[in-house]
C-alpha cells in the first residue's frame, strides 16, 4: 500500500531534549516536506527536499533541522525543543510540487 | 511574504451546497489546491486547479477560480454529514518548491 508513515505518533518530551521524528514513503516520491499544524495557523511549511541531499528552509525553519540521505526518508530533528514547538506536524511527499501531496498521519508532540 | 487566507467556520444544512472561499496573494501562484482534512487524520487531495482555467468540476465539487482579484471557492453540491472535515486552500508557484496552506476552513455539517 502506497503510504507515508511518520513515528513516533505521539511525545511528550522536556525541554532541551534532542529528538527525532523519522518519516518514510514508498512511492519513490523525489519531492518531501515537514510541516507544523496550529490551531488559527493553517499548516506551515518548516523544511523541504527536492532530492536526496538537497533540503530547503521552508517559513518556520528555526529550532528545526532535516536530512535527506535516502530517497525515501526525511527526519525532522529538533536539537533542543521548546514550548513553542508544542504542535501537530505532518509529513508529505509527491513527484513534484504541481503533483498531488501525500500526507502522514501526524505526530502529535507536547515539549513540556 | 506570501499569504492565503480562509473564513474559520462554516455551517450548513445536509443536503445544502456550501461554499468555502480562499484568497491568495500570490500572482505568480501556478497551481492552487483544495485539501480535506478529517478529524485525527492526515490531509488528502481534492481537488487542484491550474492558474491558466476558471472553473473545474468534478462529481459534486466545483472549484472557480478568479485570478483578477486572487479569489478561489470550492463548492460542494448536496453536503452531506461525511463532508465535515477542515478544508485547506494551498497555493504553488512552478519552478519553487514551496507550499502556502491557508488557515482552513471547519465545516459543519447539520443533519
Known amino acids: 500500500e502506497a503510504q507515508v508513515t511518520q513515528n513516533p505518533r505521539y511525545l511528550i518530551t522536556v525541554t532541551g531534549k534532542k529528538l527525532t521524528v523519522t518519516c518514510s514513503q514508498n512511492?519513490?516520491?523525489?519531492?518531501m516536506s515537514w510541516y507544523r499544524q496550529d490551531p488559527g495557523l493553517g499548516l506551515r511549511q518548516i523544511y523541504y527536499?527536492?532530492?536526496?541531499?538537497?533540503?530547503d528552509k521552508g517559513d518556520v525553519p528555526e529550532g528545526y533541522k532535516v536530512s535527506r540521505k535516502e530517497k525515501r526518508n526525511f527526519p525532522l530533528i529538533l536539537e533542543s525543543p521548546s514550548p513553542n514547538q508544542t504542535s501537530l506536524y505532518f509529513c508529505?511527499?509527491?513527484?513534484?510540487?504541481?503533483?498531488?501531496?501525500?500526507f502522514g498521519p501526524g505526530t502529535r508532540l507536547t515539549v513540556l | 511574504g506570501e499569504d492565503v487566507e480562509q473564513s474559520l467556520f462554516l455551517s450548513v444544512r445536509e443536503g445544502d451546497s456550501s461554499v468555502i472561499n480562499c484568497t491568495y496573494t500570490?500572482?505568480?501562484?501556478?497551481?492552487l489546491y483544495w485539501y480535506k482534512q478529517e478529524p485525527g487524520a492526515g490531509l488528502q487531495l481534492l481537488t487542484y486547479?491550474?492558474?491558466?482555467?476558471d472553473m473545474k468540476q468534478d462529481q459534486r465539487l466545483t472549484v472557480l477560480l478568479n485570478k483578477k482579484d486572487k479569489h478561489l471557492s470550492l463548492r460542494i453540491a448536496d453536503t452531506q454529514t461525511g463532508d465535515s472535515a477542515i478544508y485547506f486552500c494551498?497555493?504553488?508557484?512552478?519552478?519553487?518548491?514551496?507550499?502556502?496552506f491557508g488557515t482552513g476552513t471547519r465545516l459543519k455539517v447539520l443533519a
Open positions: 494551498a497555493e504553488s508557484t512552478a519552478g519553487t518548491y514551496k507550499y502556502i
Open positions: 500570490d500572482s505568480s501562484s501556478t497551481y
Open positions: 512511492m519513490n516520491h523525489e519531492y
Open positions: 527536499s527536492m532530492n536526496v541531499e538537497v533540503t
Open positions: 508529505a511527499s509527491s513527484l513534484g510540487t504541481k503533483n498531488e501531496q501525500f
Open positions: 486547479i491550474f492558474s491558466n482555467m
